[in-house]
C-alpha cells in the first residue's frame, strides 16, 4: 500500500523525497514477501499481497484522495477480501 500510495506523490518520479520513500517501500515490500514465502505457497503468499495491497490502496484512496466509495467500488473490494479469506482458510494444516 505504501509504495502504491506513493507513487501519487512522486509526480512521476520527480519529487525526490516521495520518489525515495515510495522506492524504499517497494524494497521494504518485496523483502516481506519473500519472508511470507517461506513459510506460505507461493500462490496464497502473493495472492495475499497483491490482495491486501489492492484493498488497503482502494480504502487509501477513498480516504485520501476522495476518490468515490459506491457500492460496486465496495463490493468488488469485499470479493477481494474473501478470495484472500478463502486462499487462508483453504490451506492444508
Avoid at 28 to 38: F, H, P, R, T, V
Avoid at 45 to 52: D, E, L, M, N
Avoid at 73 to 91: E, N, P, Q
Wanted: hydrophobic letters at 60%.
Amino acid at each position: 500500500m505504501g509504495w502504491a500510495i506513493g507513487l501519487k506523490y512522486t509526480a512521476g518520479f520527480s519529487r525526490l523525497w516521495p520518489t525515495v520513500w515510495t522506492v524504499l517501500a517497494m524494497i521494504i515490500s518485496l523483502w516481506l514477501l519473500g519472508i511470507a514465502m517461506e513459510t506460505l505457497p507461493v500462490g496464497t503468499a502473493y495472492s495475499v499481497w497483491v490482495g491486501v495491497g489492492a484493498v488497503g490502496t482502494v480504502i487509501l484512496g477513498i480516504v485520501l484522495f476522495g476518490e468515490p466509495a459506491n457500492t460496486g467500488r465496495l463490493i468488488s473490494v469485499a470479493f477481494i477480501i474473501a478470495g484472500i479469506v478463502g486462499l487462508k482458510l483453504s490451506m492444508p494444516a
